[in-house]
């Protein structure tokens, strides 16, 4: 079997799964940010939620009967655009603001912005240790496919990481003046095609460690 294609699957996971991330990155649809429009519900006599037009709070004896939810604004990584006409005095004019700008910008925000960065940078690094291996042989004494794909590794578990700690600290209190009851968030296609990406770099790590313990391993002339 050629060189170059020995590890043929992993080269087509760990290049989708970078795109993939590159494509999310660059987008601002990764969270959704609605606000409670109107709706009704029933709610016991003695319940003192029932005279509340608002979403019924946990322990409240009311239970939903219809909700309306109006998107106003969408999140991405760098900042947000805010994209609907509803405000309390319909005068609005949509944009977009980044985090450093109209939006208060937080303390951990620059690090959670470097981990999501920091996972495609790092499968980029091992596909080029991953090329550069097949194209040429190598003289030091250690095997540069094993560097790889622990860095795949690594950018797989620090993409899924940062995922689930971007959906835990966006939340309504810092995306919007709302009161968070009134606010709602959605999770938009651009977090689950990040995700994705990063569980494809963690599936050809591993199945390319595999393969290499399985078989021959590299002769390092």
Request: proline share 5%.
């Amino acid at each position: 079997m050629p060189r170059l294609w020995k590890h043929f699957g992993t080269f087509m996971y760990a290049i989708t799964g970078l795109v993939f991330q590159t494509l999310a990155v660059c987008s601002g649809s990764w969270l959704t940010v609605s606000h409670f429009h109107s709706g009704y519900r029933t709610c016991d006599l003695n319940d003192p939620e029932r005279t509340r037009s608002s979403p019924s709070t946990s322990g409240s004896s009311c239970w939903t009967q219809s909700y309306k939810w109006v998107q106003v604004s969408s999140v991405g990584l760098w900042g947000v655009c805010f994209t609907s006409t509803y405000q309390p005095n319909d005068a609005f004019v949509p944009y977009c603001s980044d985090f450093v700008d109209d939006v208060v910008p937080a303390p951990w925000l620059t690090l959670l912005q470097t981990g999501l960065l920091l996972s495609p940078f790092l499968a980029a690094l091992g596909l080029l240790f991953l090329t550069s291996v097949r194209l040429k042989r190598w003289r030091e004494d250690f095997t540069v496919e094993w560097l790889a794909f622990k860095l795949l590794t690594v950018s797989g578990l620090c993409g899924v990481a940062a995922c689930g700690a971007f959906v835990a600290l966006m939340t309504p209190e810092f995306l919007s003046s709302y009161e968070p009851i009134f606010v709602y968030l959605g999770q938009d296609w651009a977090l689950y095609l990040y995700t994705y990406g990063s569980l494809l770099h963690l599936w050809g790590s591993i199945g390319g460690a595999t393969y290499t313990a399985a078989g021959k391993s590299l002769k390092i002339v």
